[in-house]
């Protein structure tokens, strides 16, 4: 395992647990630090009941796979003592707690870093630790917002929108795992552990792809456009990306470029043989295409007959058309259709694991990687609270600090 040597203190809340669960993945000794009783945001809805009627939060469940649990009170000085020992014997620390609330404990990244040098200490706030809006709350609606994300997202005469799952914690959760184990490379090269300051606004920000720079290219403010997708053309035209099928929808857009070309060659070739492309359409030399100089007459021209081939296909059909002409497009998979695919259960991504709260076994979505032919496994369901606490914290107690 990539990261078995390394101990992660793991105080997050939700902006912090996919960060939390990629580093168990890889290996890390994850240890979830709870208050009394346990985090709160277990029993936050949608809940797992299992046969002694505890209810579990999904989320709860699914972001603390591979994780251990001990229950720590940090109000106390007993429990901050017990928690300095840990943290003597540990390489990173991930946090999602407001600014200041850490150093008021004592427990804040001066304390950590002369007690243990070598600490990479992971601060994940909804709008980083400096700036006028450190302080902030946010919730995923509030990052979404904040960050760009909903402005480009719903109909273009309607209300901005988000995601109905929330998102930014994914978002910022990858992007802090990115940032510790880049602390962790530069602690191999000089020894010292680093602070490491993670905002989910600049997070979600790094992912609306090519938007940001259309401003500083061509002073052009991207609008959200519902199904379409608009800043191809310099005419201003906009193409549908999303397409009904039979069962869903496909995403889908005329391309310009070699891939784009070859993409509408073989999208008119699967409908010629469907005797579904006009003759003008069979007519066009794609070599030579270039979407940069559609106008919106052109591109309605063209979607047309598309929208009509795309109808009569499922997104199965679609999907295996497209892979067989090696075309850009896919299908728009749902839960349920993520739960079958074929592609994923081939390779072994679904694991069966025991709850330890509710008693029941979860079918939960394996490690993200494949190893040297080997899937990160997983090696233990998410933790009841508290269900480490003796055989950790005991053996700490037991033990001087050696930091």
């Given at each position: 395992?990539?990261?078995?040597?390394?101990?992660?203190?793991?105080?997050?809340g939700?902006l912090?647990?996919?960060?939390?669960?990629?580093?168990?993945?890889?290996?890390?000794?994850v240890?979830?630090?709870e208050?009394?009783?346990g985090?709160?945001?277990?029993?936050?809805?949608p809940?797992?009941?299992?046969?002694?009627g505890?209810?579990?939060?999904?989320?709860?469940?699914?972001?603390?796979v591979?994780?251990?649990?001990v229950?720590?009170d940090?109000?106390?000085?007993?429990?901050?003592?017990?928690?300095r020992?840990l943290?003597?014997?540990?390489?990173?620390?991930?946090?999602?707690f407001?600014?200041?609330?850490?150093?008021?404990?004592?427990?804040?990244y001066?304390?950590l870093?002369?007690?243990?040098?070598?600490?990479?200490?992971?601060?994940?706030t909804?709008?980083?630790?400096?700036?006028?809006y450190?302080?902030?709350?946010?919730?995923?609606?509030?990052?979404?917002?904040m960050?760009g994300?909903?402005?480009?997202?719903g109909?273009?005469?309607?209300e901005?929108?988000?995601?109905?799952?929330?998102?930014?914690?994914?978002?910022?959760?990858?992007?802090?795992a990115?940032?510790?184990?880049?602390?962790?490379?530069?602690?191999?090269?000089?020894?010292?552990g680093?602070?490491?300051?993670?905002?989910?606004?600049a997070?979600?920000?790094?992912?609306?792809?090519?938007?940001?720079?259309?401003?500083?290219?061509?002073?052009?403010?991207?609008?959200?456009?519902?199904?379409?997708?608009?800043?191809?053309?310099?005419?201003?035209a906009?193409?549908?990306?999303?397409?009904?099928?039979r069962?869903?929808?496909?995403?889908?857009i005329?391309y310009g470029?070699?891939?784009?070309?070859?993409?509408?060659?073989?999208?008119?070739?699967?409908?010629t043989?469907?005797?579904?492309?006009p003759?003008?359409?069979?007519?066009?030399?794609?070599?030579?295409?270039?979407?940069?100089?559609?106008?919106?007459?052109?591109?309605?021209r063209?979607?047309?007959?598309?929208f009509?081939?795309?109808?009569?296909?499922?997104?199965?059909?679609?999907?295996?058309g497209?892979?067989?002409?090696?075309?850009?497009?896919?299908?728009v998979?749902t839960?349920a259709?993520?739960?079958a695919?074929?592609?994923?259960?081939?390779?072994?991504?679904?694991?069966?694991?025991?709850?330890?709260?509710?008693?029941?076994t979860?079918?939960v979505?394996?490690?993200?990687?494949?190893?040297?032919?080997?899937?990160?496994p997983?090696r233990?369901g998410?933790?009841?609270?508290?269900?480490?606490?003796?055989?950790?914290?005991?053996?700490m107690?037991?033990?001087?600090?050696?930091?």
């Open positions: 395992m990539l990261l078995t040597p390394y101990r992660v203190l793991d105080l997050s939700p912090g647990w996919l960060a939390g669960r990629i580093l168990a993945d890889l290996g890390a000794d240890i979830k630090v208050p009394p009783g985090d709160p945001e277990r029993r936050v809805p809940l797992a009941v299992g046969p002694g505890c209810p579990q939060s999904l989320a709860w469940l699914a972001h603390n591979n994780k251990r649990s229950t720590i940090l109000d106390s000085e007993p429990g901050r003592l017990d928690f020992k943290v003597a014997e540990s390489d990173f620390l991930l946090e999602t407001r600014p200041g609330h850490l150093d008021a404990l004592g427990l804040g001066p304390a870093h002369a007690l243990n040098p070598r600490l990479i200490v992971v601060s994940i909804p709008f980083g630790r400096q700036g006028p450190r302080h902030f709350h946010g919730s995923d609606i509030e990052i979404m917002a960050a994300a909903m402005s480009l997202t109909e273009a005469d309607g901005p929108l988000r995601c109905a799952a929330p998102q930014a914690p994914h978002w910022v959760g990858a992007e802090a990115v940032g510790a184990l880049t602390a962790l490379a530069a602690r191999h090269a000089t020894g010292r680093q602070h490491v300051d993670v905002s989910a606004q997070a979600v920000l790094s992912a609306l792809a090519h938007a940001p720079v259309f401003w500083d290219l061509l002073r052009v403010d991207p609008q959200r456009a519902g199904v379409y997708i608009t800043g191809r053309s310099i005419n201003g906009r193409m549908r990306a999303f397409w009904p099928c069962d869903g929808w496909i995403n889908f005329l470029g070699v891939a784009g070309r070859r993409t509408n060659e073989q999208l008119v070739s699967w409908m043989d469907e005797g579904l492309a003759d003008w359409m069979q007519a066009i030399d794609w070599t030579t295409f270039d979407v940069t100089r559609l106008t919106q007459d052109n591109v309605d063209l979607e047309a007959p598309i009509a081939f795309f109808e009569r296909l499922t997104k199965q059909a679609f999907l295996e497209a892979v067989a002409r090696e075309m850009l497009g896919y299908p998979y839960v259709d993520i739960h695919d074929r592609h994923l259960a081939t390779r072994d991504f679904w694991v069966d694991v025991p709850d330890a709260t509710t008693g029941r979860l079918h979505g394996g490690g993200f990687a494949i190893v040297d032919g080997t899937r990160l997983v233990r998410a933790p009841r609270a508290g269900q480490h606490t003796d055989i950790v914290l005991e053996d107690r037991a033990a001087p600090m050696k930091r």
